[in-house]
């Protein structure tokens, strides 16, 4: 079965912490996972995808399929970064995300 | 560009009506999804419409249909309402059928709340 689990649902950090959210997903087959977030009383939006390999607004993620994790991660935490954060994973051919429960961040001043 | 819009932002139903949700696509995109999120939970998949046909489907009962337009807006029709259909109605658009999951747009929502 295709699933995503984040395993917390609430992290909390100071301000300046390095900042890790764990997502774990199942998928058999070559999979295509995803950040998104949202901010208060704004709508969801992607943060990023793992085919890209970019960094947006400090944050990395990495596809690792022996552990079949794709954590996210930021060295050093702003108040800003404070959100809800969702992973999703691409499942069926018509593209539909199938997402995780998500984490709520709260960065601490 | 115009974004992602729905209407309305929240609804108050009773157990057994029948509503109907709105979605307009963002300019340019030719393919709506729509999900519901239940409170505390991640969004779930209900389907997905190109080119005014259904091109897919998550696990929910035939009581929730769907059209889209030719101007590629969308509705949202969910029949006999049960209490746990309470949740948040995001409607999610992408420019072509096969652009993946990465360049969904997604709309504010409707908070639907079933009394």
């Known amino acids: 079965a295709q699933r995503v689990t984040q395993p917390e649902k609430l992290l909390s950090v100071f301000k300046g912490a390095p900042v890790e959210l764990k997502c774990n997903y199942s998928?058999?087959?070559?999979?295509?996972l995803f950040w998104y977030v949202q901010y208060s009383r704004q709508r969801l939006q992607l943060l990023l995808r793992?085919?890209s390999r970019e960094s947006i607004k400090g944050f990395t993620a990495d596809l690792n399929k022996g552990e079949t994790s794709f954590h996210l991660k930021k060295p050093f935490a702003q108040e800003e970064d404070s959100a809800m954060y969702y992973c999703?994973?691409?499942?069926?051919?018509?593209?539909?995300?199938?997402f995780g429960k998500g984490t709520k961040l709260s960065v601490k001043p | 560009e115009t974004g992602v819009t729905q209407s309305p932002t929240h609804l108050i139903k009773t157990r057994g009506q029948q509503v109907t949700l709105r979605c307009s696509s963002q300019s340019g995109h030719n393919t709506v999804s729509w999900y519901q999120q239940a409170l505390g939970q991640g969004p779930q998949f209900i389907f997905q419409y190109y080119r005014e046909e259904e091109n897919g489907r998550g696990n929910f009962p035939p009581r929730f249909s769907g059209l889209q337009f030719p101007n590629y807006s969308s509705e949202l029709n969910v029949n006999a309402l049960e209490l746990d259909d309470s949740a948040l109605y995001l409607c999610?658009?992408?420019?072509?059928?096969?652009?993946?999951?990465?360049?969904?747009?997604f709309g504010p929502g409707t908070r639907l709340t079933v009394l």
């Open positions: 793992h085919i």
């Open positions: 998928y058999s087959g070559s999979p295509e």
């Open positions: 999610a658009s992408s420019p072509r059928r096969t652009s993946g999951a990465d360049t969904q747009y």
């Open positions: 999703a994973l691409k499942g069926g051919s018509q593209g539909n995300l199938i």
